[in-house]
């Protein structure tokens, strides 16, 4: 069989600036294409150390098979290691769309006072996001406003600390460090949360929650994997985000 072409991992050059960057890695990524096909080919245990992850991301650029969401965010942060003014963060949703809930996750991405995002999606304006929202509330609303257009109510929004530059560090991601019920608050609200939270993360004052409750947070997210397959009834509308 023919083997299909494999795409050049993207490499930083002194002469980009920040966004080129991202706009590089995140192309790649695009090149890559969403997978499809029902079938994970990369096993990403979420509460693994930063290292394994990173020899699966090693391995991603290796295989250059199709990706999801998760899949995409432990690569975006493989590919931004080594750039310390780069702050890499998990964002993750929770949606309720005809009876069912459906999960996805993002790269949140802070450099010089702006907001943005890397991933992956069947749809285009749920994963990456250009570094040029003020505050991590735009940011969030965006994805929110996104998320309207497809008639996804946002149940929930968790985000996360920010990922050692170290590839190496035995310390797993911290995945939801903040966890709001957007439905069920005002955007007011949430904004004040976000904002405190971001200020809190920047003065990187924060400590991973599961330094406090491993058994509580393990419990917690039990629930998240199995009933993330119902999203395959998703699937058709979103053929364009290949592009």
Known sequence: CVQPSVPPVP????????????????????????NHTGTQFF???KTRPLSGLMETAKEMTRESLPIKCLEAVILGIYLTNGQPSVERFP?????????NYFHHVVLGIYCNGHYGS?????????????????????????????????????????????????PHSFQPIEWKQLVLNV??????????????????????????????S??????????????????????????????
Request: hydrophobic share 30%; net charge positive.
């Open 11 to 34: 490499n930083y050059k002194l002469s980009m600036s920040i966004p080129e960057w991202l706009q590089a890695i995140q192309t790649y990524m695009k090149m890559l294409q969403y």
């Open 43 to 45: 096993e990403i245990r």
């Open 91 to 99: 964002i993750s949703f929770k949606t309720h769309f005809s009876g």
């Open 118 to 166: 890397l991933g992956m999606s069947r749809r285009s304006d749920l994963m990456d996001k250009p570094l040029i929202y003020r505050t991590l509330s735009d940011l969030i609303f965006e994805f929110e406003d996104s998320y309207k257009k497809y008639l996804h109510t946002v149940k929930k929004v968790k985000i996360g600390l920010y990922v050692p530059h170290e």
């Open 183 to 212: 439905s069920k608050m005002m955007r007011t609200e949430v904004r004040k949360e976000l904002e405190k939270f971001a200020r809190d993360m920047r003065m990187k004052i924060l400590k991973p929650s599961s330094a406090h």
């Open 214 to 243: 491993p058994m509580k947070e393990r419990s917690r997210g039990k629930s998240l994997s199995p009933r993330r397959r119902q999203a395959s009834p998703q699937r058709r509308p979103c053929r364009r985000d290949k592009s």
